[in-house]
């Protein structure tokens, strides 16, 4: 059934309401929304601090015997070997926290350290766990200097955090390494890349000798530790004997309040990724996966992986060998509720006397979420392991971007660039789609003269209007609303680099040129200070700098062009069009810069495009279609 004029002006508005909707729920959804959400999240843990204040140590130590009871993944081990609790029973959640280098430097036993041309940190021996972490490739912020992000820290620090990688008896006679155990140095080897193999030694009241091997991140695996434990069993009893770990953190109040990114518990397991988000716990304070089959026998997870998972950084766990239970819970005993953990207790196995067994290892990453890092050899036997980036639900869209930004990062070295020659790229790919677009506006626009006429010999006549103006549209073969598709298949393409710019590690901190120093942040300036030169702050929403004001006059420009063609076969009026620049310029001058240059690039190179085909592809199509044939159309239409 063909639509008439009246129902092509509707087919308009609606396309027009949706996407200024887009632009509203944009602003809401990125900007006033997390605000919001940011704002209440603080009152909410303000309150939860001065109402926990008043707690008693018994009511905090009941708290941890229930999260203990919880916690216990498998009754056949006896859990709470490794201290876990009495170590978190001993920290003052309200402390005033200490200088980071002075909380290392209340180690009682040396520390052994290891450098390397991405991170830098130290080994606890006192337990044998990592609780002391900087990355060196990264900045705390642009006006900082060059220490480096901390992401482990000794507690009594913020960002204060630790991995503990050990093992598990069920044997209660049989004591096990824990947090409270002093191990030997014995062996301190040199390997390729800068990496160290610390080997570590303990023997135990019973007799049993354990030998613990770490070795440190190389240059090709910046972020990667790999664990070897052998037991020599002298004890003369037979055991079973497992691996377990957990990461314990404290987080800021940014990370806890993410509402873009998924933050939080991820693994992969039973198949599929687990992922929990910190408010997820906000009404239990635990999520436990445990894999049983149909006979309540755990069947085992192999070569899974866990851990805690900000928007830049990740600190878990690969096992080789099966891991029966993950959990991920809140520590009760802070009352600022910024404390979690992620923990995993794997398959058993025998040891009798006087054997030695070498089959317990598994692997650390603490570092980076960069996707040539996760992407590497050494992780592709981990399933999803990709997804600790939230590449969100357009996945298929989202992970070739940003590898095609990296890939335009090699040529051009620097970010924006690479925006803009990926901006052009993708035009020059979605051309075909916009073809017909661009031929029907043309087309459109050629004729606009003759429905102004039209429009004033039936300015009392809709229906007589709406019937000749669909005769000459079908005579010119012409669809208004055909470009409306294009437009509508760009809109996953621009919600997908949204998603690379905002959480890719890639572009954190990345400069373009002049005044832009991040490209995942939005413009620093404002018009409303002449650009910085008023020494006065604004208000968020009248922070409106240079690049959201290019971004509204490309689209002003780009209306202009297309403003006959969106009038001309309407009979309502469609005036309010032309605000929809400034509307646009307002509500994302809060979107990251580097989203802003593909917003630029992509309009001009569409007014470019509309150009091209108004001035040289129109008049071959006119030498081909006939220009005598619009005139010949209106010398046919009839005023009734």
């Not at 309401?17 to 959400?37: D, N, R, T, V």
């Not at 869209?397 to 660039?417: E, I, Q, R």
Request: glycine fraction near 6%.
């Amino acid at each position: 059934m063909k639509k008439t004029p009246n129902q092509e002006s509707i087919i308009l508005l609606v396309f027009l309401g949706i996407l200024s909707s887009f632009a509203l729920f944009a602003w809401w959804q990125w900007y006033q929304k997390p605000l919001i959400k940011y704002e209440q999240y603080q009152r909410q843990q303000a309150a939860a601090i001065q109402q926990d204040a008043g707690k008693s140590s018994e009511e905090n130590k009941k708290q941890a015997n229930t999260m203990q009871a919880d916690n216990k993944v498998d009754s056949n081990f006896n859990t709470s070997q490794d201290n876990l609790q009495s170590f978190i029973n001993s920290i003052n959640f309200n402390d005033s926290l200490l200088q980071r280098q002075d909380s290392i430097n209340q180690t009682p036993a040396a520390r052994v350290e290891f450098e390397t041309a991405f991170v830098k940190g130290s080994i606890n021996p006192k337990g044998l766990f990592l609780d002391d972490l900087t990355l060196k490739s990264y900045k705390q912020d642009l006006a900082g200097g060059n220490d480096g992000v901390s992401i482990l820290s000794p507690f009594g620090f913020k960002n204060r955090g630790m991995i503990f990688y050990t093992l598990a008896s069920d044997n209660p006679n049989i004591t096990m390494p824990s947090l409270d155990t002093q191990w030997s140095l014995v062996k301190n080897v040199s390997l390729n890349g800068n990496a160290l193999d610390l080997e570590f030694a303990w023997i135990n009241p019973q007799g049993v000798k354990f030998i613990a091997n770490i070795v440190t991140p190389d240059e090709t695996n910046p972020y990667k530790f790999t664990v070897f434990y052998s037991v020599e069993n002298n004890s003369g009893q037979d055991f079973n004997i497992t691996t377990k770990g957990f990461v314990l953190k404290t987080f800021e109040d940014a990370e806890l309040s993410q509402i873009n990114v998924a933050t939080g518990f991820a693994g992969y397991a039973d198949g599929k990724l687990q992922e929990h988000s910190f408010k997820d716990l906000k009404k239990t304070n635990q999520k436990t996966l445990c894999v049983k089959d149909v006979n309540n026998k755990d069947t085992g997870l192999k070569d899974s992986w866990l851990g805690l998972t900000e928007k830049y950084w990740f600190n878990g766990f690969f096992t080789s060998g099966k891991i029966t239970c993950m959990n991920f819970e809140k520590i009760t005993q802070d009352p600022s509720g910024k404390t979690f953990i992620t923990s995993f207790v794997s398959e058993p196995a025998k040891i009798i006397t006087g054997a030695e067994s070498t089959a317990y290892s598994g692997e650390i990453f603490a570092g980076a979420k960069k996707i040539d890092t996760i992407s590497s050899v050494a992780y592709k036997k981990y399933q999803l392991f990709d997804r600790i980036i939230d590449f969100g639900f357009l996945y298929i869209l989202t992970k070739p971007l940003l590898l095609g930004l990296n890939l335009c990062n090699k040529l051009t070295h620097n970010y924006g660039l690479s925006i803009i020659l990926l901006t052009i790229l993708l035009k020059f790919a979605l051309y075909p789609l916009g073809k017909k677009s661009f031929k029907s506006i043309s087309k459109i626009k050629k004729i606009t003269p003759m429905i102004e006429e039209l429009k004033k010999r039936h300015k009392d006549n809709r229906k007589a209007l709406q019937a000749d103006i669909a005769s000459l549209y079908k005579t010119q073969g012409i669809n208004p609303a055909a470009g409306c598709l294009p437009i509508l298949l760009q809109i996953p393409f621009f919600i997908a680099l949204y998603k690379v710019l905002f959480i890719s590690i890639e572009l954190r901190q990345a400069p373009f040129m002049l005044w832009i120093t991040d490209l995942s942040v939005k413009d620093p300036l404002s018009i409303f200070n002449l650009f910085g030169l008023l020494p006065f702050n604004l208000p968020a929403f009248l922070q409106i700098g240079p690049l959201p004001i290019l971004m509204g006059l490309s689209m002003y420009v780009q209306q202009r062009l297309t403003q006959q063609t969106q009038q001309a076969g309407s009979v309502i009026d469609m005036s309010f069009i032309k605000w929809l620049p400034l509307v646009f310029t307002i509500v994302f001058a809060s979107l990251p810069s580097g989203l802003l240059i593909y917003w630029i690039v992509s309009n001009s190179f569409s007014i470019l495009q509309q150009l091209y085909f108004d001035k040289i592809v129109y008049h071959k199509i006119a030498d081909i279609e006939g220009v005598k044939k619009v005139q010949k159309t209106k010398t046919k239409i009839v005023i009734k």
